[in-house]
């Protein structure tokens, strides 16, 4: 079973303001995931890396940005948040065919 | 491109009874595997059931089985002895074997066990 850590687990910040959301898992995992999903709606999977220095754009368009230096952390950044970014941010990693999922951060935006 | 579709945006059970949630997909690949996930209200996404394609036989987890049809490409949710904790969202979701290890999912069923 793997261990999926996200933080923060809730964000209020102003409209502007650069903002990094942390991803961490501990099973040396290489594929990683974020969607964006608003309450009780679907998912959107936005970023995805296959490994180390590899990230790849999701089906849905994001302003954000993802990186990947070590396998077990993933982090994604917006550089001028708005509040249309307002939303929740949920990391997952992959085992075999298996998603594994963090907690999620619910982001606000004001 | 694939695709997954979940028509059933709410249900609702009562407690002790049997539900089934409908999932269909379409693919054009041999071999995958089929996913229920639930995700509880402000609570982590958990998977709840796994199904390998080349697999005839449903698979079952405890009060969880799946119906899978791969001829109709439905993948089907029955939820026996339903539980007050069994309330929240339902994902069905597919990943093919080659490609590009993505995960598609469905919109979701919101379902309540009703006390």
């Known amino acids: 079973e793997a261990d999926i850590y996200q933080t923060p687990r809730y964000l209020v910040i102003g409209t502007g303001k650069k903002i990094t959301l942390e991803c961490s898992q501990t099973?040396?995992?290489?594929?990683m995931y974020w969607y964006q999903q608003d309450p009780g709606m679907e998912l959107h999977l936005i970023h995805y890396?296959?490994?180390?220095?590899?990230?790849e754009k999701g089906d849905l368009s994001s302003e954000s940005t993802v990186s990947r230096i070590r396998t077990e952390h993933f982090p994604l950044t917006l550089e001028s948040a708005r509040p249309s970014h307002t939303s929740q941010y949920l990391c997952?990693?992959?085992?075999?065919?298996?998603?594994?999922f963090g907690p999620g951060t619910r982001l606000t935006v004001l | 491109a694939q695709t997954v579709t979940q028509s059933q945006p709410e249900m609702s059970v009562q407690e002790a009874e049997t539900v089934t949630l409908s999932c269909t997909y379409d693919?054009?690949?041999?071999?995958?595997?089929l996913f229920w996930y639930k995700q509880p209200p402000s609570r982590q996404m958990i998977l709840v059931i796994r199904?390998?394609?080349?697999?005839?036989q449903n698979a079952t987890e405890n009060r969880f089985s799946v119906n899978f049809q791969k001829a109709a490409k439905s993948f089907s949710l029955k939820i026996s002895d339903s539980q007050l904790g069994d309330t929240a969202m339902y994902f069905c979701?597919?990943?093919?074997?080659?490609?590009?290890?993505?995960?598609?999912f469905g919109t979701g069923t919101r379902l309540k066990v009703l006390a």
């Open positions: 199904q390998e394609a080349y697999k005839q």
């Open positions: 693919t054009s690949e041999n071999n995958y595997y």
């Open positions: 099973m040396g995992h290489d594929k």
């Open positions: 890396s296959y490994g180390v220095n590899s990230t």
């Open positions: 979701a597919f990943t093919g074997t080659s490609g590009t290890y993505k995960y598609i």
């Open positions: 997952a990693s992959r085992w075999y065919n298996e998603q594994f």
